[in-house]
């Protein structure tokens, strides 16, 4: 029987699935690194397709046997030298380590670092008790948020750049292509942002839509009922949206989407697509419209998504379906696959 607090959810080998096994205890931290107790760590749309092995995750084989898990709420229980946080803060990870030697880091230039590795990916994550990380990549959490809303940071700081992307602005209208954990959060910021309406688009996503309903959004749409055009339209009485943002990981939505689109406006990817876009490109192009690419967050964007939380952290707890011990993780990501969740919350 495998120690409790040794467990944890490992990509072990190239395809289907994840396993609940003994892994390494985190190390003590070196100069410069915290070592922490994970106290809630969400289940990604990204991770789920890293369960299922879909195309798009052959960067992680040389890197397997890896703990998985990137969204995550812990506490610093050790220090190492010259750590830059006090043991007993809580905190929230930025999923991106940086080298901190090459030129790039050297200038400040994270994203450019050329050794640049990634939590829950390329280097252990959060689906464990304990993790140790250079303190750098750590974000101090409000004492007020609670750790399970404290693991919406990460998904929430992806939408909100999505948002930025857009420039979404007082009294746009916005539609949202997906109602998983990053629309739903792209939906908040929208509102947040300005926008005078907010809709959001699904396939079939009924505990998703619930969780929209509970955060006071109506203009919800199954295109499992009629075409996306269609519903869209007579939404708005015929008008077209300003802003579409995506985050379906299926391009198809992305084609129908300009269809209702205004000319000169922007559609926004930030979904994982695993097949080309099909564009007309002469429609495209005489439209005027625009299409950007959003990934992942800048820190300035945490700091903002870390204020709008602290602000009213029960707001956001509707978005989480489910909190699960670590030992019920498999039941957590086979919940999440089947979109019978809408965010599974890992409690170490």
């Known amino acids: 029987m495998m120690e409790n607090e040794m467990i944890a959810l490992r990509k072990t080998s190239a395809g289907f699935g994840i396993a609940l096994t ?3 205890p985190a190390p003590a931290p070196r100069p410069g690194e915290v070592t922490l107790a994970v106290e809630a760590v969400g289940i990604c749309g990204s991770d789920v397709h890293a369960y299922e092995w879909t195309d798009g995750y052959a960067f992680m084989v040389p890197y397997l046997p890896v703990t998985m898990g990137h969204e995550i709420a812990a506490k610093i229980v050790r220090v190492g030298p010259d750590a830059s946080l006090a043991e007993g803060t809580r905190v929230t990870l930025l999923g991106g380590i940086t080298c901190g030697r090459c030129a790039a880091c050297r200038a400040d230039n994270p ?22 990380v250079p303190a750098r990549v750590c974000l101090p959490l409000p004492q007020n948020i609670p750790p399970a809303i404290g693991a919406l940071a990460e998904p929430l700081g992806v939408s909100c750049e999505a948002v930025l992307t857009g420039g979404v602005g007082l009294g746009d209208t916005v539609l949202v292509l997906g109602p998983g954990t990053i629309g739903q959060g792209m939906a908040l910021i929208a509102r947040a942002a300005g926008a005078a309406r907010v809709l959001v688009a699904g396939h079939g996503d009924v505990p998703r839509f619930q969780v929209l309903k509970g955060m006071g959004f109506t203009d919800l749409i199954d295109v499992a009922d009629a075409p996306l055009s269609d519903q869209v339209f007579k939404a708005t009485s015929g008008a077209k949206v300003d802003v579409v943002l995506e985050a379906t990981g299926h391009p198809a939505s992305i084609t129908e989407s300009l269809k209702v689109l205004r000319r000169r406006g922007g559609v926004v990817v930030g979904g994982i697509h695993s097949m080309p876009l099909n564009l007309s490109l002469t429609d495209f192009v005489r439209q005027g419209h625009q299409l950007r690419a959003s990934y992942g967050a800048t820190r300035s964007t945490w700091n903002k998504v870390l204020s709008l939380l602290a602000s009213n952290p029960e707001s956001f707890r509707p978005m989480i379906s489910h909190e699960l011990t670590l030992d019920r993780g498999l039941q957590g990501f086979e919940l999440a696959r089947q979109r019978a969740a809408s965010k599974v919350i890992l409690m170490p």
């Not at 050794?115 to 990916?121: A, I, K, P, S, Y």
Request: aromatic share 8%; hydrophobic share 30%; proline share 4%.
């Open 22 to 24: 003994e892994a390494p």
């Open 111 to 132: 994203a450019g670092c050329t050794d640049r590795r990634m939590l829950g990916w390329t280097r252990d994550g959060g689906f464990a008790k304990h993790l140790t």
